[in-house]
């Protein structure tokens, strides 16, 4: 510990107690690390503020003695967002213990919750006033509301409801001099200037500390329909969700996969069954439901928009959950994908969008391109066909070491991918942000214009990067201009 | 003119021909005043580039000559935004040239436009595809898409649809240094770092120029219904809305005015009738719309809704146009507020924003706190509840003259309101920006942080104030940082 950390420490227990520090490396150690084990960092301790008051003083105190801050919430990051650097320059901000909500209302459709709040306990607490707050993902259970603003994140729900910017009614914050934004009172119009709740949300705590957001409800679910559908191409896919979006605003999601997809998925999970009978080269799973008991429901609604396409061939096949149960078994399929893949192998996974209208031929042409240029290699992407959001997944050949794919092919192989998506007019980041992965292949990428102006907000609000140190986009070479 | 605007004339001819520059006197006064004749400007000469490659060599231009430009689309800014400073020392950027509609997909729900498109030209071209853009307001046939991205615009439709922040899936814009940063691919994910289309939007031309903007479609109406209701207080209507609310997605518009306002509009438009034959002392525009021609019309729907609150007593009357042009009449009684309120002498009008759900009770007391504050004047508000949005407006007392009004007592008057919004949790611009008008409020006001945030991002990108100057947020005294 260097001797300003040292300081900030002390200061921090003084000022907020024991709590507000942890030293003791057993209790350091889980944070180290991101989840997928692929980052490693070092920090000598971990601040524990209690409320936005305290993270106000510690961030000051932490500007004052030049000593860098790293923000954790879940440590749930899928780009290494989180951890630490690894030469223990810097110590973790976590927010873990500001986990209240502040406030819900039915009326308003509003909850205030802050940074520490974990996903899933925000879904039950609007549950209990009869909302719902839409955004899901596989890590609900650990990522927390501090960090989904600050990634902007996506999840199986967003088709509907968007990315957590249009969930977000405003952010309460800390700015690296130590001041409080606060956009907590979650007006409807506000124009004064600067949206700094927007810049903040997805900047991944390297302009500031989000320690609280507004967040918009929507009426509970009443019912829903979860369907499996088997087709030739993600092309009928596509066409297929326009064919539903045209009749009903009920469709919540609508998740493709190819065969091998579900094949790897059926051989991971134990006591999964295939949803359908035949064999299909693409699959769908599609949910649609309503927030009423009055009406058509959301199965019959969905038996009889599909039913026309079966007619036409343009679905080959279909099933509908007949159960809750039968539900969740067809999400557990769908929610296996990245880890059934993992097991089949050493591979490149990339997050990435194209114009939803472009994506299933950019499915079907990336893939080829990859297999052709990798020989022995296998690619295919799944995900959220309705977001133009894929996870596009290169598998090592069979054979390859672990440790030869990752040293030696995975890098070229991710930045053949990259290049095609921005060819496509892309995104290399479609949900999971820059983080420490990306960083290099946004910089190689980006804009020339584009960078220089991210680059000049960094400079703008933290010159001497001590927020988030190494995430996201580094200063700019001396001299450069926007 | 200087030397160095001649310069910039004269490269601007040179390069893209005699079109590209204004000096005549005659056609460049038009464009010095804000519509309402309160802010007067000068200017040398109108620049008139064709497209966004002219627009990046004339900004990189205007930066090595150190011109400032002020961006000007249809100049119908309610807050001086596209006014130029008085000195001349800027010439006015029109983005009026460039007028075309680059694409438009009816498959795919969006819409290229070019800054330059007038709003009711984008309405007419999204409606030959069968679909709509919903964003709408007075000045329709005048305001640009690129000044209406620019200043986040709201209107009329703002419940359902949000503001411009909602409905620009991307945009294009040329950045102080001549940089093309291009957001039009309408990703529906994108976490590559700072959200720079939403830093633009809102920004009022003052970090960079918006050139084009890729927009959200919507399925075109195929019936609407509009209502008048009498009730009581602005709580009723509230409670009125959110039972509406509860039933139904179909309510786009839900426009409260008191009895005062609507008198002043009757007696402003000639032959307008009063929609309902008792006396009310607050009234309601409701607007429903249906997408599709099937089902319960939107008529059907509203007289439904509607008749258990009248039976209850929370609506004291109620009335559903029977025709279009019905429906039309009672949108020119809300569409003439405005104008029918000026009409009536001397007044501070303020576009002012509170949580939704304190807006009842802040119309109520904010108007008597106003009236005993300033004797003699009458204040009220009207507008957009359902947004937490009203046009408040504080009428000079009877025998006051303009001159004494404008100069002595409505600065007064503004400070005070804006005391009274700033202690709501409120905003002191709801829709129409801040530009000229309100920047001193907004330096007053804002919070410090929040302030200092602001100025930062202005430097960041536009050190030497060279675009929009004078409007939003000036630099901050040296040394201060954020």
Not at 296 to 303: D, F, H, N, V
Not at 414 to 441: C, N, P, T, W, Y
Request: glycine letters at 10%.
């Amino acid at each position: 510990m260097t001797p300003a950390q040292s300081r900030l420490v002390a200061a921090a227990r003084d000022a907020f107690g024991p709590r507000a520090a942890v030293t003791d490396p057993d209790l350091i150690e889980p944070w180290l690390h991101d989840w997928r084990g692929r980052f490693h960092g070092a920090a000598p301790a971990i601040l524990q503020p209690a409320s936005t008051a305290e993270v106000s003083r510690l961030v000051a105190l932490a500007r004052e003695e030049g000593v860098a801050l790293v923000p954790q919430g879940g440590n749930s990051s899928m780009v290494g967002g989180a951890t630490p650097p690894s030469d223990g320059s810097a110590l973790i901000l976590s927010l873990r213990r500001m986990n209240g909500v502040r406030a819900i209302s039915a009326a308003d459709n509003l909850a205030v919750a802050e940074a520490g709040v974990i996903l899933s306990d925000l879904h039950e607490a609007a549950a209990t006033v009869g909302r719902r707050f839409p955004l899901t993902l596989g890590a609900r259970g650990t990522a927390t509301i501090g960090g989904l603003c600050s990634t902007n994140a996506g999840g199986t729900q967003v088709l509907r409801f968007g990315t957590m910017r249009s969930l977000v009614a405003g952010v309460e914050a800390v700015l690296p001099n130590g001041a409080v934004h606060d956009g907590l009172a979650a007006l409807k119009k506000d124009n004064r200037g600067y949206d700094l709740d927007q810049l903040l949300i997805g900047a991944e705590g390297t302009l500031g500390i989000i320690t609280a957001a507004s967040l918009r409800l929507f009426p509970a679910i009443a019912a829903r329909a979860v369907g499996w559908l088997g087709l030739d191409s993600p092309e009928q896919a596509l066409r297929v969700l326009r064919r539903l979006e045209a009749d009903t605003e009920a469709i919540e999601s609508f998740e493709i996969l190819p065969a091998g997809s579900l094949a790897a998925a059926l051989a991971y999970l134990p006591d999964a069954r295939a949803p359908l009978a035949g064999q299909h080269r693409w699959h769908v799973l599609v949910e649609a439901v309503s927030t009423t008991a009055q009406g058509e429901g959301p199965s019959a609604l969905l038996e009889r928009l599909l039913e026309s396409m079966l007619a036409e061939g343009l679905i080959k096949d279909a099933a509908i959950a007949a159960s809750e149960a039968q539900a969740e078994a067809l999400w557990q399929l769908r929610d296996a994908l990245s880890a059934a893949e993992r097991a089949q192998g050493p591979a490149a996974q990339h997050d990435i969008s194209v114009p939803v209208a472009a994506m299933p031929r950019f499915m079907l042409e990336a893939a080829a391109a990859c297999e052709a240029r990798f020989p022995g290699t296998h690619a295919s992407g799944f995900g959220h066909l309705g977001d133009g959001n894929i996870h596009f997944h290169v598998r090592a050949a069979p054979g390859m070491s672990a440790g030869q794919w990752y040293r030696e092919l995975a890098p070229e192989v991710s930045r053949f991918v990259h290049d095609l998506v921005v060819a496509a007019g892309g995104s290399i980041s479609a949900e999971h942000g820059i983080g420490q992965m990306k960083r290099a292949e946004l910089e190689r990428l980006a804009a020339p214009g584009d960078l220089a102006a991210l680059r000049a907000i960094k400079a703008a609000f933290d010159p001497h990067e001590l927020l988030n140190p190494g995430k996201l986009v580094t200063l700019a070479p001396a001299g450069a201009t926007i």
